[in-house]
């Protein structure tokens, strides 16, 4: 009787301890699961967040300039999120053809001067980056590039702009080839005089030199004015570019996160095949 009692006694013992070992079993899924579930929506969130500052863009017709705008955005995700555990963002303007590279330059300009050089019509993330870069830095880009032979005078991005919305009267001929009589040699010389004062006004100083008759046959001047078109030319295809129309005509997703990790832009052209600007 005794024996039954204690064989009683442990049995109860183990389907209580059996109990209590459930119990807790229970209380840790549900716990694991409350915490689970919070950590899917907020991941979900997260996600969806992510996403939505990218899809708004999605079939939408935008201007350079906030292009150039989502690419820094792009490029500051790509310099953190892969630290996460995130895979880099894609980013590519398609240009449609090599073709239409010329109408970002000057019609002077006899080559592509800057980002739309070589034959490929897709520029990625890196390529628009550096672009963006060399124009921007005052440092390494143009700004730098022209105050090396500015000397004193401050360049800054508004004197770029003013460069580049007189370049018409900037890009004058140098030399008097192709004059042939002195009614054209008087016009080509009266332009480049003007083409002094207007820089002379740009600048505020005199960068032709006090003797504007003789002017074009001093190598100083004549290196500085080389340069100066030079630099009009990149920057004129930099408002160009900020100035097209781009459509973002794809967006694609990490297959594991379900984030966005590719753009695809392409240059937006009227019914004449002409990249439309303003």
């Known amino acids: 009787m005794e024996n039954a009692t204690k064989a009683l006694l442990i049995v109860a013992s183990v389907l209580i301890g059996l109990i209590i070992l459930s119990a807790l079993l229970l209380l840790y899924n549900q716990v694991s699961g409350f915490y689970q579930s919070n950590s899917n929506k907020t991941e979900e969130q997260q996600r969806l967040e992510f996403n939505k500052k990218f899809e708004s863009y999605e079939n939408q017709e935008i201007r350079g300039n906030e292009l150039l705008s989502i690419m820094n955005m792009v490029d500051d995700y790509n310099a953190t999120e892969p630290e996460n555990g995130y895979a880099e963002m894609e980013f590519e303007v398609d240009f449609i053809s090599t073709d239409l590279f010329k109408q970002f330059n000057y019609e002077s300009a006899n080559s592509n001067k800057y980002l739309l050089s070589g034959s490929n019509s897709k520029i990625t993330e890196n390529k628009l980056n550096d672009f963006s870069s060399r124009v921007n830095d005052p440092s390494t880009g143009l700004i730098s590039t022209l105050q090396s032979v500015s000397g004193s005078v401050r360049i800054t991005e508004t004197l770029l702009q003013q460069l580049s ?44 030199g006090s003797n ?8 100083q001047y004549v290196d500085m004015v080389s340069t100066i078109k030079d630099v009009t030319l990149k920057y004129y295809e930099f408002t160009q570019f900020k100035r097209a129309h781009f459509d973002c005509i794809e967006l694609e997703y990490d297959s594991v996160t379900g984030r966005v990790n590719k753009m695809s832009f392409r240059v937006c052209t009227d019914s004449n095949g002409n990249i439309i600007l303003n």
């Open 165 to 208: 919305s007189n370049i018409a009267n900037i890009m004058v001929e140098e030399t008097n080839s192709g004059a042939s009589n002195e009614y054209e040699i008087s016009n080509r010389n009266e332009a480049r005089r003007k083409r002094a004062n207007l820089l002379k006004n740009i600048f505020k100083v005199n960068v032709c």
């Open 212 to 219: 504007t008759t003789t002017y074009t046959t001093d190598s």
